[in-house]
């Protein structure tokens, strides 16, 4: 019997000149599944394909399903380790099967994916690396993302200067967890480096089986591969990253060590911003702490209480302030009060606001001469040649008996509010001329005697000038804080304070306003009830 392959014809059934040399792989099949002709690079691509043969069993299986489902669109498989993309062409009671070899375009396209997916994850761990600003939620984040998205296990670990190393370590599909190691780094080769800032030892060089066992998150199970990995932060290094992957993976690949790298590097400019962030934090709280308003108290048989807002809510410090000194005089041991208000708002204001505090700590001596002390003060503002300028009062409290001898000094600052036991409001007889302005200056102190219950309230121009109301334009003005104290009569200090700032505050609403400070000076008076509840501090009693 003659062999179908030997006596069917060489040349295409659909005679196309060109077609059995044609570069393209292409075969002609019947209805009936029996191959009528094929080129030289069908013959090449399916070996045992010949004319007269049945196309199953000769040609790839998901060409030979699709021509037996009578398919007239495009499918697509593989031959060996190529693509191939078949597009039929029905004539008559046959198709003609071209082959586009489709290997290098689906590679091209897989590549630009696995690119496009990386940025997008590049992207992504960048913003949620910079989402917070705290060291050891970033070194989470960080160790999260590596896990779940580099290898099977991810060890983040900050330089320390200490011995111990902050680290967090995070298997994929669980929760970060802290630790501080004491370790020596270079019991895991590359590791010691990292943490300098050195380049990465390549993961071939790196034996898994000599890891050190507190790499290994417990019951990881055996390593098939490790890479080490600086984190480099701004100018010094934020850190190292090491990846895991289990003995039963593909160990990483050139490829995957570079986009370690890549996430390494937006790990590390994270964490050296979070450190560097923690580090301004720290510095700017030591600051704060003296630029902040102290705790008041009462202090040598005197009851005071202060109240600060600064004109930016965000803010927590400004131009306005308030101190009270204890201070030995001619007349024995005093209290100087002083409250002021620098020109101008926010951080330079403050600024201003610690050299004068500064200042009048150093001029405690002279305490008992208001006018020589605010002259001092003057001429140390004129030398600085600072063309800001501050107004102040100065309270001399000294006990006698049950009563408060006060000595009030302003300068160029609203007169202090008495109030009497009976509600009685009085302005201090006091004025002088602005600190930091003229070359001298002048002043008039006030004497007021404080029976027990009564209030002596210094206040900056803050509180009087804060705009709001109904309308939203009316100033707060002296009338409504007369009307305010005068409510706060027998009152503790605290409770006076808080009623003037709180008054002062719903006035304005969410308007704008100054700087606004008060300070109450109060001759204790027996007993106070409880305000509220039974708690806080209430009114006086007799």
């Known amino acids: 019997m003659a062999d179908p392959a030997r006596t069917a014809p060489a040349v295409a059934v659909d005679g196309t000149p060109g077609w059995a040399d044609a570069p393209v792989a292409a075969l002609v099949a019947d209805d009936a599944g029996v191959i009528r002709s094929l080129n030289e690079a069908a013959r090449l691509l399916f070996p045992a394909a010949a004319p007269g043969r049945p196309i199953a069993g000769t040609v790839a299986d998901w060409l030979a399903g699709a021509h037996e489902r009578g398919s007239a669109t495009v499918v697509r498989g593989e031959v060996g380790e190529r693509a191939f993309a078949?597009?039929?062409?029905?004539?008559?009671?046959?198709?003609?099967?071209?082959?586009?070899?489709?290997?290098?375009?689906?590679?091209?396209?897989?590549?630009?994916?696995?690119?496009?997916?990386?940025?997008?994850?590049?992207?992504?761990?960048?913003?949620a690396l910079l989402g917070s600003l705290n060291l050891d939620r970033c070194m989470e984040v960080a160790a999260r993302l590596a896990a779940q998205h580099l290898a099977d296990a991810a060890l983040v670990l900050a330089p320390t200067t200490s011995g111990t190393f902050p680290a967090v370590s995070c298997v994929r599909g669980g929760e970060p967890a802290r630790a501080r190691l004491e370790i020596d780094p270079d019991e895991l080769p590359g590791l010691g480096e990292a943490l300098q800032g050195f380049p990465p030892v390549p993961s071939r060089w790196l034996d898994p089986d000599a890891a050190p066992r507190w790499v290994l998150p417990a019951g990881f199970g055996p390593v098939g591969s490790i890479v080490v990995t600086p984190l480099p932060g701004h100018g010094v290094p934020a850190g190292a990253l090491v990846l895991l992957r289990r003995g039963d993976r593909a160990s990483f690949t050139d490829q995957e060590e570079l986009f370690a790298r890549l996430f390494a590097a937006r790990a590390g400019a994270a964490m050296s911003a979070a450190r560097v962030f923690a580090l301004q934090a720290s510095i700017t709280d030591t600051l704060m702490r003296e630029l902040l308003p102290p705790t008041l108290e009462q202090l040598g048989g005197v009851e005071f209480a202060g109240r600060y807002r600064p004109a930016r809510d965000g803010e927590r410090i400004g131009g306005d302030f308030y101190d009270v000194h204890s201070a030995i005089t001619a007349d024995g041991d005093e209290s100087l009060a002083v409250l002021g208000d620098v020109c101008g708002k926010g951080l330079d204001a403050a600024v201003l606001t610690g050299k004068i505090r500064t200042t009048l700590r150093a001029l405690l001596p002279m305490a008992g001469d208001h006018h020589r002390l605010l002259d001092l003060l003057n001429?140390?503002?004129?030398?600085?040649n600072d063309a800001r300028y501050v107004t102040l009062v100065l309270a001399s409290a000294r006990r006698e008996g049950a009563d408060v001898r006060l000595r009030v000094t302003c300068a160029g600052h609203p007169p202090p509010l008495i109030v009497r036991a009976d509600g009685r409001v009085e302005e201090a007889e006091s004025q002088g001329s602005l600190i930091g302005v003229l070359p001298e200056i002048e002043s008039v102190s006030a004497d007021i005697t404080l029976r027990p219950g009564e209030t002596c309230l210094l206040y900056t121009d803050g509180i009087i000038e804060a705009r709001g109301g109904p309308l939203g334009d009316a100033m707060f003005g002296e009338e409504r804080l007369k009307q305010a104290v005068t409510e706060c009569a027998n009152m503790p200090a605290d409770a006076v304070v808080e009623r003037v700032q709180m008054l002062a505050s719903q006035w304005i609403g969410r308007g704008t306003h100054d700087d606004m400070a008060v300070l109450a000076i109060i001759a204790p008076r027996g007993q106070h009830l409880a305000a509220v509840g039974g708690h806080g501090r209430g009114r006086y009693t007799a």
């Open 86 to 127: 078949a597009h039929p062409i029905p004539h008559g009671d046959a198709v003609t099967w071209w082959l586009l070899d489709e290997t290098d375009a689906r590679s091209a396209r897989d590549a630009l994916a696995r690119e496009q997916e990386r940025t997008t994850f590049l992207s992504d761990a960048s913003a």
């Open 379 to 384: 001429r140390t503002l004129g030398d600085n």
